[in-house]
């Protein structure tokens, strides 16, 4: 009756209240599933269309990991909500079906910007792409940047492909491809001797995606990337409308709130031939507790693993692969400014944001798209250096460096601003791969096979982008029914039949 009526509560609440209720971690399920981020939720979703039962535990007091929407109710304001983690979701990623099987409000731009490059400010300023880049570029840039694709785009799909396949000893990607893993993008742009502008907006473009100097990752990974600008248009991008968050509580929903506790920090897990004991720490109550499952995901972020005993320990190989991998860092910046501002970044009556800079300012969106009431915002997604450094910087300093960045850029900016909040996401963001290292090498291979009925999913195992966070569920899911197959577990829970 208890558990009932907590279900029904937790129904019948909206937005991010949901991300409150929880529910009693049962003694024991098919598979435990540890963190309730993206990946946590898309193995769950993955797990009920095959009719395998699960439960989720998260450390934190709501779901939706790095995903995370803030809402501001100032007074005199109307309510805003905008995004303090991830923005958005390119037409290549598996989120986006999803998106669209739960009905989500969502709103689509392509991958053209606003940007600035060797200082000069080419604004995006609603023409159709190929007048966009004729702004930019000459005729013969341009010819030299649709060869360099040309030339990348086979390439980009292989990868893609032997990514999709998860078969890396049947499927591997071709030796002399893999050795790009052994120079830096940096480096193969430069041996491609494309025009220094182009060689720039590549930079700048990627840069701001992998949250990493681009001297800084290898070569195949900085490819694996740029399949977002590949054709004359790129791939289109999604944003769900009202935030991020309706996305995630949508996906909770959607798998049941019933299948998720929250305040629960996963502190060891225990494999013991075929079954696996996962214990954990309610963090509101202090109370240890235990669960048994048949197989366990995990989606913590691989460099916070060091936080979880392993017993057996996880391979040596596996470790390796952990140490040897880095990072892209992001630092967000919420800046309110009154209903004149939206003058600097409006351009014959259009919106010109986003704008990547090519500066520590990152890239400025609009953080009040529907101009809510008289306020109007500027977002700011501060990448790779730019974002160490400000993650480590007393916030005061951050807020005059970055004020007078925009007044440098937009005079009379400043006089503008009325309000400013900063999201630190240190010690990592996301995932990246240095030069030597690839998430196509043997070591990332490793870190994707499972081991003791323990599986490894999450977006480190598999992108620096929240599509990591997809195809590494659809893997797991994968494996966890191949594995059912080979033991001969053949009944789904609670259903008749056999799986197919
Ligand atoms: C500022 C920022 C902007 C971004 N922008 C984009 C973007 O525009 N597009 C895009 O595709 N991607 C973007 N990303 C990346 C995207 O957010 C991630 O790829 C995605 O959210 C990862 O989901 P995940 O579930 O793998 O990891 P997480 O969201 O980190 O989830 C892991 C979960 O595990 C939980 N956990 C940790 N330890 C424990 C424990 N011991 N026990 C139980 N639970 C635990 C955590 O609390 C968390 O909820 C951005 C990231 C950041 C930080």
Redesign the pocket.
């Known amino acids: 009756m208890r558990r009932l009526l907590l279900v029904i509560t937790a129904w019948i609440l909206t937005g991010s209240q949901i991300l409150s209720a929880t529910s009693r971690v049962p003694e024991k399920t098919e598979v435990l599933i540890?963190?309730?981020?993206?990946?946590?939720m898309a193995t769950a979703y993955g797990l009920k269309k095959a009719g395998i039962a699960y439960h989720i535990?998260?450390?934190?007091p709501r779901?939706?990991?790095?995903?995370r929407t803030v809402s501001y109710e100032r007074p005199g304001m109307p309510e805003i909500r905008t995004d303090s983690?991830?923005?958005?979701?390119?037409e290549s990623?598996p989120a986006v079906k999803v998106l669209k099987e739960l009905k989500l409000p969502m709103s689509s731009d392509m991958a053209a910007s606003s940007i600035v490059i060797s200082k000069q400010f080419y604004p995006l300023g609603g023409e159709e792409p190929a007048a966009f880049y004729a702004k930019i570029f000459s005729k013969e840039e341009w010819a030299a940047l649709k060869n360099f694709k040309t030339k990348v785009t086979p390439w980009i799909h292989e990868l893609t492909e032997v990514q999709a396949d998860f078969k890396p000893d049947a499927h591997p990607i071709r030796a002399d491809l893999m050795k790009l893993k052994d120079i830096s993008f940096a480096k193969f742009i430069s041996d491609e001797k494309v025009p220094v502008k182009v060689a720039e907006w590549i930079r700048i473009s990627l840069e701001c995606e992998i949250g990493t100097p681009w001297d800084r990752i290898s070569a195949l990974d900085g490819l694996a990337e740029f399949h977002i600008f590949l054709g004359d248009e790129g791939e289109k991008c999604y944003r769900v409308k009202g935030g991020n968050d309706q996305f995630t509580d949508g996906m909770a929903k959607a798998i049941g709130l019933q299948h998720i506790s929250v305040n629960?920090?996963?502190?060891r897990i225990i494999s013991n031939g075929n079954s696996v004991t996962v214990n954990?720490l309610d963090t509101e109550t202090n109370g240890n507790g235990v669960i048994k499952a048949s197989h366990v995901v995990n989606?913590?972020?691989l460099f916070?693993l060091f936080?979880?005993q392993f017993d057996p320990p996880l391979s040596e190989k596996k470790q390796q692969a952990i140490h040897t991998m880095t990072w892209g860092a992001?630092f967000?910046v919420h800046i309110f400014l009154n209903k004149n501002a939206e003058k600097f970044w409006t351009l014959n009556g259009n919106n010109t944001l986003p704008i990547l800079t090519d500066s520590d300012l990152g890239v400025i969106y609009d953080g009040n798209p529907a101009k809510k009431g008289d306020v109007r915002m500027v977002s700011l997604?501060i990448v790779a250096d730019a974002a160490e450094r400000f993650n480590l910087t007393p916030l005061d300093t951050v807020r005059k460096q970055v004020i007078d960045g925009l007044e440098k850029m937009w005079p009379g900016f400043a006089k503008e601003v009325t309000d400013v909040e900063f999201?630190r996401?240190h010690p990592r963001?996301?995932a990246s791969w240095p030069v030597g290292r690839s998430r196509f090498d043997d070591l990332s291979n490793e870190i994707r096979k499972p081991e003791n009925n323990v599986y490894m999913?999450?977006?480190?195992t598999e992108s620096s982008?929240?599509?990591?966070?997809f195809i590494s569920a659809a893997r797991v899911v994968k494996q966890i029914l191949e594995t059912r197959l080979k033991n001969n577990v053949t009944e789904v829970p609670g259903k008749k039949g056999k799986l197919k």
């Open positions: 540890i963190g309730a981020g993206l990946s946590g535990l998260e450390i934190a779901v939706g990991g790095r995903v983690g991830m923005e958005e979701y390119w990623n629960k920090r996963v502190t954990y989606t913590i972020p916070r936080e979880v992001y967000k997604l999201y996401y963001a996301i999913a999450g977006d480190f982008h929240s599509d990591g966070a």
